[in-house]
């Protein structure tokens, strides 16, 4: 049942994806002069990709972008959005046939998923943290909070103990060497 889901997914994606490649070549070769805006298949494009692009030309310009660059964003929102949805549902499915093994196991096998889950949780965030430092979002953002609060605890004492190497914060890569044998400690010891 889950690979035929993930198989209709893919699908679908590639659909969509298919899709936004077509309206958007459309869109470039029009505004390039390599297709008359009159002919049938500029025509089709624009009564099949207007309604997707409206939407997202009004987005565009309230946020301060050129609405002629629509055509470009939708072939980009379905790349990387087609990418996302299939990694967040081959995880998903993963997660839940892990759980179903892990039940099985009985009360033991859930204790060491759910520990498993918290170590996943806690390395996910301190992997976002040193994204965020590369990129200096700022720490007020409310994903932000939730990640230095996840991670707060590891680092700053960690900071006191290990000193930097020039410009580089080796704590993160420590608070992971860290974890790590944490994780493998307690899940030995359930």
Same mark, same amino acid.
Do not use: C
């Given at each position: 049942?889950?690979?035929?889901? &993930?198989?209709? %997914? ?33 025509? $089709?494009?624009?009564?099949?990709? !207007? ?17 002629? !660059? ?6 980009? =929102? ?22 179903? +093994? ?5 009360? /033991?096998? =859930? ?7 918290? +170590?996943?949780? %806690? $390395? ?10 590369? +990129? ?28 930097? +190497?020039?410009?580089? !914060? ?8 860290? &974890?790590? &044998?944490? /994780?493998?400690?307690?899940? /030995?010891? %359930?």
């Amino acid at each position: 049942m889950a690979s035929t889901l &993930l198989t209709l %997914l893919r699908l679908t994606v590639l659909a969509a994806f298919i899709y936004a490649t077509l309206i958007a070549l459309a869109a470039w070769a029009v505004r390039n002069g390599r297709l008359s805006p009159f002919s049938a298949v500029a025509r $089709t494009a624009r009564r099949l990709g !207007d309604p997707l692009l409206r939407r997202l030309e009004k987005r565009l310009v309230r946020s301060g972008a050129n609405p002629q !660059d629509a055509p470009l964003w939708l072939f980009w =929102i379905a790349l990387i959005g087609g990418l996302i949805v299939l990694g967040l549902t081959e995880w998903l499915i993963g997660v839940v046939t892990a759980f179903a +093994f892990s039940a099985s196991a009985g009360p /033991r096998g =859930i204790a060491v998923f759910l520990l498993s889950g918290v +170590f996943t949780l %806690l $390395t996910a965030a301190l992997f976002l943290r040193v994204i965020a430092s590369w +990129f200096q979002l700022s720490p007020y953002s409310k994903l932000m909070r939730l990640v230095l609060a996840l991670t707060d605890w590891m680092i700053v004492p960690l900071r006191r103990i290990v000193p930097p +190497f020039g410009m580089i !914060d080796v704590t993160p890569l420590v608070a992971y060497l860290l &974890l790590l &044998l944490a /994780r493998s400690f307690l899940i /030995r010891l %359930l």
